[in-house]
């Protein structure tokens, strides 16, 4: 299979996950968009829902991408307020284990994605086949660092074993990539983690490490594409296929 394939496979396959979670979604819901290519399929589908009169629905998004995808295709936005809690996140993720533990932050959007997925009832993680892993940490594990603190972070991080490289910008190799925050980003390169909850307890110990992009806990459920079809995971529990399947949450 070449790259460009297997590209346009696993996009096919994010297509199916997002599809198969507008049965997660109820009208009056208030919704959390999450970030990325996958959650761009789903703001698009919901979109289309919402523009169709099938669905009144209201929400806030994880990053200024999703924002903006989601008021080009009209659905309501509900700024954050306090006392605002979500029925429901629906956000992709990097890699995710057998218990739902997620590596997220690809994309930058780590810190707006955990206060959303925090502030939700029921998270729901929309992935492809390629995500899902028996042990988290080939995907390098991303951070959100406050600019000033970075060379101290560095440090810190490099002395837990996370050999951390601050992310360029795409479009610009000799630029930082700067989160939608303003602060600047860390891939940490751990390989396989051992012991993810015990690495969030130190990484959040670090002063100027706003967020790390472990999610441990807060997925309530995954749906996964294998073979095309999508598959509902659980913590610990087998898969059940998500065609003849609808949970409120
Ligand atoms: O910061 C980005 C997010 O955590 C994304 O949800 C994650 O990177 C997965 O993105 P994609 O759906 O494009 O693979």
């Known amino acids: 299979m070449t790259p460009t394939k297997d590209k346009e496979l696993l996009d096919q396959e994010k297509q ?13 819901m208030l919704v959390g968009l999450g970030t990325g290519s ?9 979109g289309q829902k919402v523009q169709a009169g099938e669905l009144r629905i209201q929400a806030t998004a994880t990053s200024v991408a ?13 700024e954050p307020h306090r006392g605002l809690r979500f029925d429901l996140t629906v956000d992709g993720a990097d890699e995710l284990d057998p218990q739902l533990n997620l590596i997220k932050g690809g994309g930058g959007a780590l810190l707006r994605e955990k206060v959303l997925a925090t502030a939700s009832a029921y998270m729901l993680v929309i992935a492809d086949s390629s995500k899902a892993v028996a042990q988290l940490g080939q995907f390098p594990l991303p951070l959100e660092v406050v600019s000033f603190a970075l060379p101290w972070v560095m440090d810190a991080v490099a002395a837990t074993g996370g050999n951390p490289v601050v992310r360029m910008d795409k479009n610009d190799p000799n630029k930082y990539a700067y989160s939608d925050q303003g602060n600047l980003l860390i891939d940490c390169h751990y390989g396989h983690l051992l ?4 690495l969030a307890k130190q990484l959040k110990t670090i ?39 609808a949970e409120l949450p």
């Not at 199916?16 to 009056?28: E, I, K, S, T």
């Not at 959650?39 to 698009?44: C, M, R, S, Y």
């Not at 012991?195 to 015990?198: G, I």
């Not at 073979?227 to 610990?236: D, M, P, S, Y």
Request: hydrophobic share 50%; no cysteine.
């Open 66 to 78: 999703s924002e903006n995808l989601a008021r080009q295709l009209g659905i309501p936005l509900v």
């Open 16 to 28: 199916v996950a997002a599809q198969a979670a507008l049965r997660w979604v109820r009208d009056g």
């Open 38 to 46: 996958t959650a761009a399929h789903f703001i698009k589908l919901l």
């Open 195 to 198: 012991n993810p909850s015990e």
């Open 207 to 245: 002063p100027g490490l706003v967020e790390h992009g472990l999610f441990l806990g807060l997925a309530r459920a995954a749906l996964v594409v294998r073979e095309g079809q999508a598959q509902v995971l659980r913590a610990g529990a087998a898969p059940q296929p998500a065609t003849d399947f």
